[in-house]
Nanobody, 122 residues
Framework: QVQLVESGGGLAQPGGSLRLSCAASTSTFRINTMGWYRQAPGKERELVAEFTVAGTPHYADSVKGRFTITRDRPKNTVYLQMNNLKFEDTAVYYC????????????????WGQGTQVTVSS
């Protein structure tokens, strides 16, 4: 299995910044893609940013130009730099990782972190 440990959430003012990090730990899977989702109160979970299988970043329209996703592949760690935060960015942010396993059989599976709260308030 894959364990995802997130950190960096907290309280920020509008226009402020936060940096989220997520480290994936596994002894059986190869980590392929990684990304971030979020879920605000009363709303459905939505994609924030992710790396494609080609290794290029993809962003939700609502965060383009403000958020930046980066990755440290040797450490199986993904980051989300959030700048110019807005009230509507308030949500629980979830890290995701797609793992691949080849023995004893081929398995492709998405794993989720526990979530970290981001609150934007004045």
């Amino acid at each position: 299995q894959v364990q995802l440990v997130e950190s960096g959430g907290g309280l920020a003012q509008p226009g402020g910044s936060l940096r989220l990090s997520c480290a994936a730990s596994t002894s059986t899977f190869r980590i392929n893609t990684m990304g971030w989702y979020r879920q605000a109160p009363g709303k459905e979970r939505e994609l924030v940013a992710e790396f494609t299988v080609a290794g290029t970043p993809h962003y939700a329209d609502s965060v383009k130009g403000r958020f930046t996703i980066t990755r440290d592949r040797p450490k199986n760690t993904v980051y989300l730099q959030m700048n110019n935060l807005k009230f509507e960015d308030t949500a629980v942010y979830y890290c995701t990782a797609d793992g691949l396993k080849y023995q004893p059989e081929y398995v492709a599976q998405r794993f989720w972190g526990q979530g970290t709260q981001v609150t934007v308030s004045s």
